[in-house]
């Protein structure tokens, strides 16, 4: 069992940053593909960012292609999501997920999800 514990999240301007942090611990030395995803009040779960374990290969959604970074730090076991330029539609709770399988912008292949950390971008 591995489990995951976001943090970071707040309130924020348009235009502002943030940095999310997801730590996990357990069953934690297992080589997990990391993903971050987001859920607007009303709105489906959808895919955010992901990072591969072995090389760190990072894969983002279109809406936030250059304006979030996704890195992690193995010997942390660590993952963080960098918020930068941010818009009022980027409001949502921002959740963490672990596979033990390779990555996906797909939230049923994660077996492991933390609790979400709420983002909120004021205009």
């Known amino acids: 069992q591995v489990q995951l514990v976001e943090s970071g999240g707040g309130l924020v301007q348009a235009g502002g940053s943030l940095r999310l942090s997801c730590a996990a611990s357990?069953?934690?030395?297992?080589?997990?593909?990391m993903g971050w995803f987001r859920q607007a009040p009303g709105k489906e779960r959808d895919f955010v960012a992901a990072?591969?374990?072995?090389?760190?290969?990072?894969y983002y959604a279109d809406s936030v292609k250059g304006r979030f970074t996704i890195s992690r730090d193995n010997a942390k076991i660590t993952v963080y999501l960098h918020l930068r330029n941010l818009k009022p539609e980027d409001t949502a709770v921002y959740y963490c997920?672990?596979?033990?399988?390779?990555?996906?912008?797909?939230?049923?292949?994660?077996?492991?999800w933390g609790q979400g950390t709420q983002v909120t971008v004021s205009s």
């Open positions: 997920a672990a596979t033990i399988s390779s990555w996906t912008n797909d939230q049923k292949g994660y077996e492991y």
């Open positions: 357990g069953r934690s030395t297992g080589r997990y593909d």
């Open positions: 990072i591969t374990w072995f090389g760190g290969s990072t």
